[in-house]
């Protein structure tokens, strides 16, 4: 049987995480990499400069709404396809993310626990906006 109150301190401390880790991810590609180094990256292996600046906002605003706990089952299910992208580009380094250019792990962990935050939900200590009936009760 699930304890309620420990299952929303778990979604809790699964959501500070994740978006710690985005926002550091989107601080990476801004301020090591630069958006110009992160743009060339990208186009270098067949993206569209296009998608480094929504990886990086993406990266950003999702790691900020996390934190917060604003709209968290739509921004995980968001991000997912952000992470995706991520494990293809890893798949050809190996497994491990030590591995020369990073392996797939960690992205590929990364996809999974944003599914578990989407099923989980906010958890405590979220910000509870008023939500409009016609947005669906799932993404509460």
Not at 54 to 63: D, N, T, Y
Not at 67 to 91: E, K, Y
Request: hydrophobic share 60%.
């Amino acid at each position: 049987m699930t304890d309620d109150k420990a299952a929303a301190y778990a979604a809790l401390l699964l959501r500070l995480t994740i978006g710690v880790a985005m926002l550091a991810h989107g601080a990476l590609k801004v301020f090591v990499f630069t958006v110009p180094g992160t743009v060339q990256f990208f186009e270098s292996v067949g993206y569209p400069a296009l998608f480094a600046y929504l990886v990086i906002l993406a990266e950003f605003g999702g790691g900020a709404a996390l934190l917060l706990g604003i709209a968290v089952r739509p921004v995980a299910l968001a991000l997912i396809p952000v992470m995706i992208g991520a494990t293809l580009q890893h798949a050809g380094n190996g497994w491990l993310f030590s591995a020369p250019g990073g392996g797939w792990e960690f992205p590929a962990f990364w996809t999974v626990t944003l599914v578990v935050q989407a099923l989980l939900g906010a958890g405590a200590l979220a910000v509870r906006l008023p939500v409009p009936a016609a947005i669906p009760a799932w993404t509460r």
